[in-house]
């Protein structure tokens, strides 16, 4: 069984950085995209940002261009969100996703009930 364990998040005051971890787990294929979206309040859903085990290629939103940046550890099968300069409109869910294939052209998720997978989501708060 697929899982994600998401750790990170947390307050922090505009222009602070935090990072979050994706750990996947039960992965029968290596080759996968892997990501974040993020939920705020009376939002739309954003893709934030994906990256493609095959060959680590990387999208980000066009908003957290620059200030976020997306790593990984394809041995620990864990995904590293870095972000830094946060601003208050930062503040969102952010769910770890996990796809088979590389990242869509566009970075988005699909979020398929029936392929895909996502974790429950931890909590960042950016403070003016």
């Known amino acids: 069984e697929v899982q994600l364990v998401e750790s990170g998040g947390g307050l922090v005051q505009a222009g602070g950085s935090l990072r979050l971890s994706c750990a996947a787990s039960g992965l029968p294929f290596d080759d996968y995209a892997m990501g974040w979206f993020r939920q705020a309040p009376g939002k739309e859903r954003e893709s934030v940002s994906c990256i493609s085990s095959n060959d680590g290629s990387t999208y980000y939103l066009d908003s957290v261009q620059g200030r976020f940046t997306i790593s990984s550890d394809n041995a620990k099968n864990t995904v590293y969100l870095q972000m830094n300069s946060l601003k208050p409109e930062d503040t969102a869910v952010y769910h770890c996703?996990?796809?088979?294939?590389?990242?869509?052209?566009?970075?988005?998720?699909?979020?398929?009930?029936?392929?895909?997978?996502w974790g429950k989501g931890t909590l960042v708060t950016v403070s003016s």
């Open positions: 996703a996990l796809e088979w294939g590389p990242c869509n052209d566009d970075g988005h998720f699909n979020l398929d009930y029936d392929t895909d997978y």
